[in-house]
């Protein structure tokens, strides 16, 4: 292990004794305390900033942030996620019309071009914190008389299910790495071209039916994704790794449903929320 890995390290401990939002101590006197160079800590320091661990605020110090969220590459809801990591979900509507599906939307939801759509716009709080901003489109055919309020504090799919009798059993996601624009940056406040992460998804209903189609953006400061991984055997017997959601997501298709299971699209492509 080099100098730098272990100091690392050693300010890893430091941080876990330190409460969010308090500062470490100053540079030199840390460099003093673990005793190493400053050139050697700041270097550490660096890499626990760009990971998310600090943050450096000009003139003032190095502080401990909040602890980004563990986002599984599963099928749940936004508002289960957040109540299992004992956090309070929320929802705030920005706007809700209905439009024209056009060409783009049609082909996602398997609709004509000419079919009405029920565009969201909300953003999503855990603890009362702007998490994500997504862009929810539905058929609105299949959600009749649908409100603002109906998307205040709920979670979308137990609405689908208890109102309109529609279960999400199977999606396909994929996930990529972008920066927010100002739109985005202004709702979720955060400064423009933050670090985020674009999810799009498509969902489908025990009947086989396309529900939605949603565009996320995740505060990247504020998240982690993690895949379990599991052997699988190929034909010729030799051992091929593969994402335990893959897995699920396989026996999702042939019909053995576990409950939560989703279809990540592609490598390293995955999840997100209602």
Do not use: W
Request: charged residues 30%; hydrophobic residues 35%.
């Amino acid at each position: 292990m080099s100098k730098q890995e272990e100091t690392r390290d050693r300010v890893l401990d430091l941080v876990e004794s330190v409460l969010v939002g308090q500062a470490i101590p100053a540079e030199r006197q840390l460099a003093s305390e673990l005793g190493v160079s400053r050139l050697t800590l700041r270097a550490a320091l660096d890499e626990l900033v760009r990971d998310g661990y600090l943050e450096r605020r000009h003139g003032s110090g190095t502080y401990v942030t909040e602890p980004k969220i563990a986002q599984p590459l599963t099928l749940t809801s936004f508002s289960d996620d957040m109540r299992r990591r004992g956090m309070t979900p929320g929802s705030r509507t920005l706007e809700l019309t209905t439009t024209p599906a056009g060409a783009r939307l049609a082909h996602r939801l398997d609709v004509s071009p000419e079919a009405r759509l029920v565009r969201v716009k909300r953003l999503r709080l855990a603890d009362s914190k702007p998490m994500a901003m997504e862009v929810l489109h539905v058929p609105e055919m299949l959600v009749p008389g649908l409100t603002r309020s109906d998307f205040e504090d709920h979670s979308f799919y137990e609405l689908l299910r208890e109102r309109y009798g529609i279960t999400i059993v199977a999606g396909t996601q994929s996930i990529e790495p972008t920066v927010t624009n100002e739109e985005e940056s202004e709702v979720l406040g955060v400064p423009l071209h933050t670090p985020a992460f674009l999810f799009e998804r498509t969902t489908v209903s025990e009947s086989g039916r396309t529900v939605e189609f949603v565009r996320s953006i995740y505060r990247g400061d504020r998240y982690r994704l993690v895949a379990d991984l599991v052997p699988q055997r190929s034909r010729n017997g030799r051992s091929a790794g593969v994402t335990r959601d893959s897995f699920v997501a396989a026996r999702v298709r042939e019909g053995d449903h576990p409950l939560g299971a989703a279809a990540p699209h592609s490598p390293q492509r995955g999840k997100l929320p209602r």
